[in-house]
């Protein structure tokens, strides 16, 4: 099966080492991992911490994508979602050329604010192949919108929505592993937050390209535009503008944490629970901020660091509150579930992969975490239960 490291993370590790022409030595070198290590890894003996996965990456010169062997094409085909992808990057193509004498006048700014609405709320709870059907029509609609509003408040409200529209096609290219087309829908979703006179639709492209950096070498960048996001966006005291500042520091969290500085990530993580006490929990632009997500980062946090003990421990503590997004809950229990595996306990780890896909089905099903946590589950064992292999089947893991 694909959980197998030779059918995974180590054999593209394997094979890149050798294209690159690097010892086991050398590549353990530049990524900080002893060849021991490394060497397990690659023949599958030994599962890498997402921190170890994204020192290889750098050290390779490729994206985690790339390691992990995203996107799912074949899975993607046998869903039928594939088709879904091109239709996207058309939209985006498209993007601010005038229209035709004979195309029909886009709706109202009101109606095509309550398709953009729908779009926050796909995305929310990750029903991707339903937003990727959606925004195709939608993105050309606001393209024709923007022009026909110019500048002015109906002018900036058309670049509002548009900039959402994009961040739905961002959404979808990042869970499914298009990286390229994902990199597209935020340079498009720059261009039209930069029109749309709010600075916080301006930072929320920001975490969102650090997002992207911490997919490839280019983790140090990504760090210095959750700063720079900090810096241009004003505490005015908001809890719109807190949210998403406390969704740059979440962000600096992670980053910190994959790039292996412990103290940092520690230090940004207790910025974050001060402004979550203070904030409670919330839902504003694209972050999910409050005590729930700000523990779901030290979660996530120390799993990144292979300190899945720890992990454990807080997630054990946390409790997702009533109507919590289904995306965030489909996180914490991949999350937890890889935690749970690297401690052996693999039934509740089992648990926990299956409560995701009830949460969030996409989102476990083409999440790279849940392939990797299936993986340690079957080499864990020398028969595989009936329940293993069920889940192991669906998620193509």
Do not use: C
Request: aromatic share 4%; proline share 5%; charged share 25%.
């Amino acid at each position: 099966m694909a959980g197998d490291g030779r059918g995974g993370v180590g054999r593209r590790v394997h094979e890149l080492r050798l294209l690159r022409g690097h010892t086991l030595r050398e590549l353990g070198r530049r990524a900080a991992v002893s060849p021991s290590m490394l060497s397990r890894i690659e023949t599958g003996e030994r599962g890498p911490s997402a921190q170890v996965v994204a020192a290889l990456a750098r050290a390779l010169g490729v994206t985690v994508s790339v390691l992990h062997g995203q996107p799912y094409i074949e899975q993607l085909r046998r869903d039928q979602l594939d088709r879904l992808i091109s239709p996207l990057g058309t939209a985006l193509d498209n993007w601010g050329i005038p229209p035709e004498d004979e195309d029909p006048v886009p709706r109202g700014l009101p109606l095509l604010g309550s398709d953009v609405a729908q779009v926050r709320r796909l995305r929310t709870d990750s029903a991707y192949a339903a937003l990727a059907e959606l925004l195709p029509g939608l993105l050309g609609e606001l393209s024709h919108a923007t022009m026909v509003h110019g500048s002015g408040g109906d002018g900036e409200r058309a670049h509002w929505l548009q900039a959402e529209a994009a961040l739905g096609v961002f959404s979808v290219a990042y869970k499914f592993g298009y990286m390229d087309l994902a990199r597209l829908a935020l340079s498009r979703m720059a261009m039209a937050a930069a029109r749309s006179g709010d600075p916080r639709q301006v930072a929320a492209e920001r975490v969102k390209r650090a997002q992207l950096s911490a997919d490839g070498p280019a983790m140090e960048q990504g760090l210095r535009l959750v700063r720079q996001g900090l810096r241009d966006l004003d505490d005015d005291g908001t809890p719109e503008t807190r949210a998403v500042r406390g969704g740059l520091i979440l962000k600096g969290v992670q980053m910190h944490g994959l790039l292996g500085r412990g103290d940092e990530a520690n230090a940004w993580l207790d910025e974050a629970r001060g402004l979550a006490r203070e904030l409670g929990e919330t839902n504003h632009y694209t972050f999910v901020f409050g005590p729930t997500n700000t523990e779901q980062h030290a979660m996530a946090a120390a799993g990144d660091r292979d300190e899945h003990g720890e992990a454990v421990a807080i997630g054990e503590r946390v409790r997702l509150p009533d109507g919590y997004p289904a995306a965030r809950a489909g996180a914490y229990w991949i999350d937890r579930a890889r935690s749970l595996a690297l401690v052996a306990r693999p039934e509740d780890a089992l648990g926990a992969l299956q409560e995701a896909r009830r949460v969030s089905p996409q989102q476990a099903r083409y999440h790279p975490t849940t392939h990797a946590t299936v993986g340690v589950l079957l080499r864990a064992r020398p028969s595989v239960p009936e329940r293993l292999r069920t889940f192991a089947q669906w998620s193509g893991g």
